[in-house]
């Protein structure tokens, strides 16, 4: 029997703890799982992100308590901690847009391909984490 011949296995009653364990997910299956995670991610902060714009824009003295939630921190929530919430939420907006430009791009030109998904996965990954690596530079005041 030769290589191409193979068998390839079958995976018809999935076991959670053996067989997930052990299977190879293609990194374009995790920019669709995190894709999912992203928009899961901005939904469940959905009344923070409306409090900090609401706080950012209503008045000077808004805007102070706004800048104070990430250097002093917010009741018992200590300012660094903001930041990271802060920076979880640019990634989760940069991921979500860019992987669902990806997704309607497939959709629109029928670019299921296996090379396409792998390319398109590994830009949506790098563009995404390199503009948040940027973003949170800025976050952080590094620049």
């Known amino acids: 029997m030769t290589e191409l011949s193979k068998k390839r296995p079958e995976f018809r009653?999935?076991?959670?703890?053996?067989?997930?364990?052990?299977?190879?997910?293609?990194?374009?299956g995790w920019v669709s799982i995190l894709h999912?995670?992203?928009?899961?991610?901005?939904?469940?902060?959905?009344?923070?992100?409306?409090?900090?714009?609401d706080t950012s824009v209503s008045s000077e003295i808004s805007y102070d308590v706004f800048r104070a939630a990430f250097s002093a921190g917010l009741g018992f929530v200590p300012g660094w901690f903001m930041k990271l919430v802060a920076?979880?939420?640019?990634?989760?907006?940069?991921?979500?847009?860019?992987?669902?430009?990806?997704h309607l791009y497939m959709d629109m030109f029928h670019a299921v391909s296996k090379a396409f998904g792998q390319s398109s996965a590994i830009f949506t990954l790098a563009l995404s984490i390199g503009l948040t690596l940027i973003?949170?530079?800025?976050?952080f005041g590094l620049y």
């Open 135 to 139: 973003l949170g530079a800025k976050l």
């Open 36 to 53: 999912r995670a992203s928009g899961g991610l901005m939904f469940l902060l959905l009344p923070l992100i409306v409090w900090l714009f």
């Open 13 to 28: 009653n999935i076991n959670a703890f053996k067989d997930l364990t052990t299977y190879r997910l293609p990194l374009a």
């Open 87 to 102: 920076l979880a939420l640019i990634w989760a907006y940069l991921h979500h847009l860019i992987a669902g430009v990806r």
